[in-house]
């Protein structure tokens, strides 16, 4: 996966500098407030949020006029929390997602609609349960098990408010069209991700 990582950067870097349309390479971050969407199998549990953040490198690439195709490589953290009587449990994934956005600008306005599908590799897992006894934690790298899917199709759909030229701030929805388990139990529930974030972006 450090490998797919390095390989994108290098594609990005090299459009950036090879493109022979108008092309910006920038960078961004910003707040992640996941959640999942339970499915059918031995989900009878309620879930909170499990804030985290993204952070990575986007490209805006002009098409015509206020229209532009803005690919991203994002590290990103997603999961859930819930409390039960017997103490609290907290999951958190980490992903790399590849969004293929297309970002429509308002006439008039530095505001944009941005929309478009998502690519999501996990990396690792991390489970921590906590009670009046202790704490328990558990990381599992993705590579070596096969408890959840590795990658996940899904979509994007947000605002972006470009301040200037260089500085943007926005906020999207984000959610996988797939399940993370087709078969879903108490150790490992069918559930799909869904992530509000906010954050800002700067383009060179």
């Given at each position: ?32 407030l ?35 195709l803005?690919?991203e ?6 999961g859930?929390?819930?409390s ?11 992903f ?7 970002s429509?600008?308002?006439a ?55 301040i ?27 559930y799909?991700?869904?992530?509000f ?8």
């Amino acid at each position: 996966m450090k490998k797919l990582f390095v390989l994108l950067t290098a594609l990005f870097i090299t459009g950036a500098a090879n493109a022979q349309s108008p092309i910006r390479i920038g960078i961004k971050g910003g707040l992640n407030l996941p959640n999942i969407i339970k499915e059918n199998n031995n989900n009878n549990f309620s879930t909170k949020v499990n804030p985290g953040f993204n952070a990575g490198l986007t490209l805006d690439i002009s098409l015509i006029e206020g229209l532009a195709l803005t690919p991203e490589v994002l590290y990103s953290t997603k999961g859930y929390k819930l409390s039960s009587s017997f103490g609290d449990f907290t999951q958190t994934t980490n992903f790399l997602d590849i969004p293929v956005l297309l970002s429509i600008r308002l006439a008039g306005t530095g505001l944009n609609v941005v929309a478009g599908p998502q690519v999501s590799f996990l990396l690792s897992t991390k489970n921590k349960f906590q009670n009046g006894f202790g704490s328990v934690d558990q990381t599992i790298v993705e590579d070596d098990a096969n408890r959840f899917k590795k990658n996940l199709i899904g979509g994007v759909i947000g605002l972006r408010y470009d301040i200037n030229s260089n500085v943007d701030i926005h906020g999207r929805y984000a959610i996988d069209f797939q399940k993370n388990n087709e078969n879903g139990s108490s150790r490992t529930p069918e559930y799909k991700n869904q992530v509000f974030s906010v954050g800002f972006g700067y383009k060179f």
